[in-house]
């Protein structure tokens, strides 16, 4: 009981740590929300050009909730840990990480997750903001269907960080790996559903697009939450987030094994 109390009183103090930082950069955490307004750009656009009429089987209320909850599913399944092991990486300090009793990867958890609520705190404003000047946001008609929204964005956030975590992890044999996180960045960009919906597809690429990791990181989630998926469709996706998390977390897995003896062959 002792050993469980000290590792909670670890990852407690860990999590004090992010929030603290998070707090003391609280301006640059601001800006970079800011510069994630994306979906609130789309926003406009598309409930222009749905001014005249639906637009397959959204209308400009349709946008609006949509678009506003993907702005703050963005917020709420951020992750920045491909970055912080990159640097990590290049310049030794993952060796001083290596020597603390949690794992490095535990540590970009905790670090990364105790975030969330001051982003969520700086963002809702901007939300709320936007849907006063839109009419309000249409959500969930089915209230057992929230039972699903906490597990489906803990998954978002876990597929995240992992995909995060296995480019991060070619940082072990690259001189920098970070850039090709914008790679997927921009399959995000296209595939999630973050510009378009992805209903909104043609035939064909839709039903691609909504099968793979990108969409079971935002689209299917702001799906849910804006009541547009039936109980069986969110099991569905509930279970792509989860296939998906094992594959890619077991990628994960076996390049953190191997890029620790890698980083150790060279007296890290």
Known sequence: MSTLRHHLAVVAAMARLGMAEAVA?????????VTSIFPLISLVLWRAL????????????????????????????????VWDL??????????VLLLRPVSPVLHHVIINVSVLPL??????????????????MQVLD??????LVPPVLALAWLLNFTVQL???CLAFWLTKAAPLFDLWLGAFLVLSGYAVPTSLFPAGLSEVARVLP????????VELMVGRLSWSEALVGLGLQAGWLVIIGAVAAVL???????YGAFGA
């Open 25 to 33: 950069y609280r301006v640059s955490l601001l800006i970079w929300i």
């Open 50 to 81: 749905a001014e005249d009429g639906p637009i397959g089987d959204y209308d400009q209320g349709d946008f609006d909730s949509y678009f506003v909850a993907a702005f703050l599913v963005r917020q709420l399944v951020a992750s920045w840990v």
């Open 86 to 95: 990159d640097r990590s990486v290049r310049n030794g300090d993952l060796s």
């Open 119 to 136: 982003r969520l705190a700086l963002a809702a404003p901007i939300g709320l903001a936007v849907l006063l000047a839109t009419g309000g």
């Open 142 to 147: 089915d209230p057992t269907l929230w039972l």
């Open 166 to 168: 296995s480019v991060g």
């Open 214 to 221: 990108f969409h079971a990181v935002l689209g299917f989630p």
């Open 256 to 262: 953190w094994r191997r890029g620790l003896r890698a």
